[in-house]
């Protein structure tokens, strides 16, 4: 099975700043990957599918880049509310795996 | 707009079984695959198996194959999970979630805690 690893575990920033959160697979899975934000008591909420294309509603300061086993994702300029975690999904091998992602703190 | 709600939290006793429902609406039901996804404590998402609402055809991870059995009911645009053989390792939070055939998972559930313990 396809592991993925993301980094840092967490990342403490100020609103303004810049966010850069990595997510690397094991074995390369094109362009197969998605980013979700999850928070307390919510379900996730897809914000990046095939690694760069953002999700309908999301705002353009989310942006996904990467393939084959090193992907990332940015946000621009952090708002108060992406207080968050964020996880990366493979999807292009079965079993579908997720990775154990990274808590951005504001 | 999709929306996908589950059945409440449940509590079970190690060997028994756990049944829980994902409701659909605001799709074709029988368009779209139903993936399931759980989060134990402390632990990162972990798939557990689709079902193809269309056709039910259904796949398994295989660390749950034998223990976990997906089904649905398309008149009631209602998917199932059923898991048998609890062990306390299974308290979870269980969430559904949905994906066009082979693609990303777009809408997800709000999950089922299920908790097993004597």
């Known amino acids: 099975e396809i592991v993925l690893t993301q980094s840092p575990g967490t990342l403490s920033l100020s609103p303004g700043e810049r966010a850069t959160l990595s997510c690397r697979a094991s074995?390369?899975?094109?362009?197969?990957l998605a980013w979700y934000q999850q928070k307390p008591g919510q379900a996730p909420r897809l914000l990046i599918y095939?690694?760069?294309s953002r999700a309908t509603g999301i705002p353009d300061r989310f942006s996904g880049s990467g393939s084959g086993t090193d992907f990332t994702l940015t946000i621009s300029s952090l708002e108060p509310e992406d207080l968050a975690v964020y996880c990366c999904?493979?999807?292009?091998?079965?079993?579908?795996?997720f990775g154990q992602g990274t808590k951005v703190e504001i | 707009q999709v929306h996908l709600v589950q059945s409440g939290a449940e509590m079970k006793t190690p060997g028994a079984s756990v049944k829980v429902s994902c409701k659909t609406s605001g799709y074709s039901f029988t368009s779209y695959t139903i993936h399931w996804v759980r989060q134990a404590p402390g632990q990162r998402l972990e798939w557990m198996g689709w079902?193809?609402?269309?056709?039910?055809?259904?796949a398994y991870s295989q660390k749950f194959q034998g223990r976990v059995t997906l089904t649905r009911d398309t008149p009631a645009s209602t998917a199932y999970m059923d898991l048998s053989s609890l062990r306390s390792e299974d308290t979870a939070v269980y969430s559904c979630a949905r994906s066009s055939s082979g693609s990303y998972i777009d809408f997800w559930g709000q999950g089922t805690l299920v908790t097993v313990s004597s």
């Open positions: 079902i193809n609402a269309g056709n039910g055809d259904t």
């Open positions: 999904h493979q999807y292009g091998s079965s079993p579908r795996t």
């Open positions: 095939g690694a760069s």
């Open positions: 074995q390369s899975i094109s362009s197969s």
